[in-house]
């Protein structure tokens, strides 16, 4: 699998755009705040959404489509998540759907719409229709960076990715745009991202290609333990390429899954390292429990603890946060067999303290990446989970984010 440029746009058949409609009054001309993802032709559509009861009214939209399968277009604003705003906010959604479809040789039941941003505000309407106008006009097969600058939020960098591979004796590409600094903890991640591809896959195989690939990838990231109204993770496969049809169970559907997980892995991987204030990426590792899904438990209450991420900031290797963290994540382990280690270095042996240096330990937390290994015994279960720690810069961020 190779990387290639384009972002969104690599895949054969798409065009995006990304422009400044002013939805935050406070910023630059130049920042831009809505984007639009159009496939040139009719495209199987999936994906997975937010479990917070609070969803937004574009997720429900959202939903809808998916349920139908097609779509042609997405919609993305930034600087407001149209989210806890009534009924006023779905008929928002129609209205910006509507606006997207006029003109195009598909209905507004084509459209998806994304918003993030503040909650509980109203949607600024005329300034919606304006940025559709403009993301219209604009649409272009090299603006996939545009599109991807147009949805951050508190995100420090656009985040973009495309590859290309070899799949049925044709190349096939799939693209990605994702956003998502702050609100993020599994149950569907907390961010947005928009997956594009060319490859020909039945309708039916859509779901399970993108709530595998989220499940091991976007729902093993955690940067502060909070759930948002809008999480959302979307495919689209408008089938350009020349590729006999992806169906369930097939060799191609494999090797596409691979390279979707891939794709997947590598945004949420993204996500973690620009999260708000974050100085580390943490990447933990549990094996020998029971099964999978106790593993996953474990590396998830390491992942989530407020006192372990701002361990992992102080550069602090004080295992017995771990330990803790371990011991209430309700999975069934022998505490005598626990090894806990940072990189190769043992901080913990049979539940105890083993013999190791601070310093070294503390050395390996100064670095911008490390690894957590945990070892609750012989059993075949594993998981892996990533984080980041919790800075002074988190709370400075999050403490004005309306102001």
């Known amino acids: 699998m190779k990387m290639i440029e384009g972002g969104v746009c690599a895949p054969i058949g798409y065009m995006a755009s990304g422009v400044h409609a002013g939805i935050k009054d406070s910023s630059p001309k130049d920042k831009l705040d809505c984007a639009l993802i159009v496939s040139t032709q009719p495209a199987y559509v999936s994906g997975v959404f937010t479990k917070n009861l609070m969803k937004s009214p574009p997720v429900y939209w959202n939903q809808k489509v998916c349920e139908a399968g097609e779509a042609q277009a997405v919609f993305i604003n930034s ?34 719409i994304c918003s993030t941003g503040v909650i509980g505000v109203p949607l600024p309407m005329n300034k919606i229709e304006n940025g559709v106008d403009d993301c219209i006009d604009a649409l272009s097969a090299q603006r996939g960076l545009d599109a991807a600058k147009a949805i951050m939020t508190t995100d420090t960098e656009a985040k973009e990715y495309s590859v290309e591979f070899e799949l049925g004796g044709s190349m096939v590409r799939i693209g990605a745009v994702a956003k998502g600094s702050g609100m993020i903890s599994p149950n569907m991640a907390t961010m947005i991202c928009i997956l594009t591809t060319d490859a020909n896959i039945a309708k039916e195989a859509m779901y399970p290609l993108v709530k595998a690939a989220a499940d091991i990838s976007f729902n093993r990231i955690c940067i502060d333990n909070d759930m948002s109204t809008s999480d959302t993770v979307m495919l689209f496969a408008n089938g350009r390429s020349d590729i006999e049809e992806i169906s369930i169970g097939s060799p191609e559907f494999s090797e596409f899954q691979t390279a979707l997980n891939e794709v997947s892995t590598h945004m949420a991987h993204w996500l973690v390292k620009d999260g708000e204030g974050s100085t580390k990426f943490v990447e933990i590792k549990v094996s020998g429990t ?6 996953s438990a474990v590396a998830r ?8 991420k701002t361990a992992f900031f ?57 690894t957590i290994h945990v070892s609750a015994g012989s059993g075949p279960g594993e998981a892996v989970f990533w984080t980041s720690d919790l800075s002074h810069d988190y709370v400075s961020i999050n403490a004005d984010y309306r102001t």
């Open 301 to 308: 209450a390491i992942g989530n603890s407020q006192l372990c």
């Open 79 to 112: 600087g407001n998540a149209n989210a806890a705003t009534g009924e006023p906010g779905h008929e928002d959604v129609k209205t910006t759907a509507e606006w997207v479809a006029n003109g195009a040789q598909y209905g507004p039941e084509n459209v998806l």
């Open 314 to 370: 102080g550069e602090d290797p004080n295992w017995g946060r771990f330990a803790a963290a371990i011991g209430y994540a309700e999975a069934q382990f022998d505490p005598t067999h626990l090894k806990i280690s940072l990189n190769s270095i043992l901080l913990c042996d049979g539940g105890i303290a083993a013999d190791f240096v601070e310093e070294d330990a503390a050395a390996i937390m100064k670095k911008g990446e490390f």
């Open 290 to 295: 029971e099964n999978n899904d106790d593993a």
